[in-house]
């Protein structure tokens, strides 16, 4: 499983021009599944996400993690973070097919929602518009 995790203070999701997913504060999750990958390994990125301590405490310094910041997630699957790059023109079949990824897509977001935080979403397999503004900029790759 990999992420691309970016610190945002708002970010947003449209399909067809409609905005289907949007946060204030938070992280905005680029979420891409492998064909290996399981439930557990979902958790274990939900935990490591929602426990990231990225957010500026009283002193300016990186030491809040989400919870601590009051911030929310805007999940958006992205199967390109699997891309085989050998060639000029990417190949994908290093990421989950469909009948694998979006179960575990959903559990990553059910586990961050188990977590207490609030997560919106895209739709898997659209054509989206993701808007966002990075906070510092702070982002991180995550591959677990």
């Known amino acids: 499983m990999r992420a691309v995790v970016t610190r945002v203070s708002s970010a947003s999701v449209a399909i067809e021009g409609e905005t289907v997913g949007k ?17 557990a390994l979902a958790d274990k990125m939900a935990d490591k996400i929602c426990g990231l301590r990225v957010f500026s405490d009283e002193a300016g310094k990186m030491n809040l993690n989400l919870a601590a910041a009051g911030g929310e997630l805007l999940v958006v699957s992205q199967f390109t973070l699997y891309a085989d790059l050998k060639s000029r023109r990417p190949g994908f079949t ?49 591959e677990l």
């Open 94 to 142: 290093k990421a989950a097919p469909p009948a694998v990824a979006i179960p575990l897509y959903e559990k990553f977001m059910a586990c961050c929602r188990d977590r207490g935080f609030h997560v919106e979403h895209g739709a898997f397999g659209a054509d989206m518009a993701v808007s966002s503004v990075n906070d510092g900029p702070v982002t991180l790759c995550i």
């Open 23 to 39: 946060i204030g504060k938070g992280f905005l999750v680029l979420l891409g599944v492998g064909p290996e990958d399981t439930e």
